[in-house]
């Protein structure tokens, strides 16, 4: 079946550093790709998308490349600020008829220091 | 944002009580889903709907049902609640199912 593996967290950075959260995934079929962003006490925000191979997502200073070759779709960012605090979720969408959901890795927490 | 809200947004329960989750949209789309999130499983599937009166199960439906008599509205009920339920509950809404879902902002359900 369709699987994420997402890497594992917390994840604490300083300001200004470089940030790559990692993710993997098992799929049959094409699905698209994404990165939700939850913030404390929020829910689940689209960050960014993909639809098919060789595609990059980009939002907010994030960005994210499908890589079907590899099946990976990373998450960088290459200046982090301290509102970008927060737990990153990498999932993968529906792949054929009858399988009609996302699938989601476990979340990786994402915590910048001034 | 896409219109979501949930109610109650948060609740204390005890167990063996049935308990009733609210999801309403105003954006009219075909797909509505709840997923729970607990620490270490990411957000899980319960069951999704994909039309009025059209449901099916996801991951971890044991325990809970589900109803959509409107366009507008996807009911979660917990038949019996027990300690293993408590969790955060979100409401999620699509268009179809190949497009972004869009999350509402979560019920913190504790049972005692």
């Known amino acids: 079946g369709n699987s994420v593996t997402q890497m594992e967290g917390p994840v604490t950075l300083s300001e200004e550093a470089f940030l790559t959260i990692n993710c993997t995934y098992t799929?049959?079929?094409?699905?698209?790709l994404f990165w939700y962003v939850q913030y404390p006490g929020e829910g689940l925000q689209l960050l960014l998308k993909?639809?098919?191979?060789?595609d990059k997502g980009s939002n907010k200073g994030f960005e994210a490349t499908y890589r079907k070759e590899t099946t990976s779709f990373h998450l960088e960012k290459g200046s982090v600020q301290v509102s970008d605090s927060a737990v990153y979720f990498c999932?993968?969408?529906?792949?054929?008829?009858?399988?009609?959901?996302?699938?989601f890795g476990t979340g990786t927490r994402l915590t910048i220091i001034p | 944002d896409a219109g979501i809200t949930q109610s109650p947004r948060h609740k204390v329960t005890e167990t063996g009580t049935p308990v009733t989750l609210r999801c309403h949209q105003t954006?009219?789309?075909?797909?509505m889903y709840w997923y729970r999130q607990d620490p270490g499983h990411g957000l899980r599937l319960i069951h999704y709907?994909?039309?009025?009166?059209?449901?099916d199960k996801g991951e971890v439906s044991d325990g809970y049902s589900v109803s959509r008599s409107k366009t507008e509205d996807f009911l979660l009920t917990l038949e019996s609640a027990t300690s293993s339920q408590t969790s955060v509950y979100f409401c999620?809404?699509?268009?179809?199912?190949?497009?972004?879902?869009?999350f509402g902002p979560g019920t913190r359900l504790l049972v005692l």
């Open positions: 999620a809404i699509s268009a179809q199912a190949q497009e972004t879902q869009y």
């Open positions: 799929a049959t079929g094409y699905p698209s």
């Open positions: 993909a639809t098919k191979a060789d």
């Open positions: 999932a993968l969408g529906p792949t054929n008829f009858g399988n009609e959901k996302l699938t």
């Open positions: 954006e009219n789309h075909r797909y």
């Open positions: 709907s994909y039309g009025v009166k059209d449901t």
